[in-house]
């Protein structure tokens, strides 16, 4: 081989090993080319552009309904139960021959019943007197023990309440307020 005919052969094995030929009755292949961007100026670069925040999809809307206008809730009705009630806020004081009751104002109360003993615990079978207001003042009392309960009366005297807690005056100046 010739000098001149290595160079040109190692060329050709370079060209067909790199997938082109040394014949020109073959069709050339082409190589695929990266593109590579030429260099540029500031001024000539297109500003980047930041990629958009992904949003949330829109909630389906319902399609609106013609409603009616709310309906005022009824009133509870409230019935007091007069029975329940008792006299409270109760308060006994004494003198020689004298004991005052008072007691705190039930509402819708037209009186108060006041029972009355000296032996035991007043109860409605008591000796009775009735008060048009929330005292009452009983006078001309023996030195002894005198037992006491009030209760209210409601209109038209068919209704009453429970009684209230015991009140006790000892004409000997000892005072109580027994449940």
Known sequence: MKAYQLPLLLSALLLTACGGSNSSDAPEEQAPVEQVPEEQTPEEQEPAVEPEAPTEPEAPTEPETPTEPPTEP???TL???ESAAVPGKL???NTEDTVTLSWGPIVGATSYNVFYSEIGTAD???QSFSANSTRFTHQDLAVNVHNYKVQAVFAGNDTVSSLSATLTADLN???FLQD
């Open 173 to 175: 100046n000892q005072v």
């Open 91 to 93: 308060r006994i004081t």
């Open 74 to 76: 009824e009133s509870p």
């Open 124 to 126: 409605e079978n008591s």
């Open 79 to 81: 019935t007091l139960d």
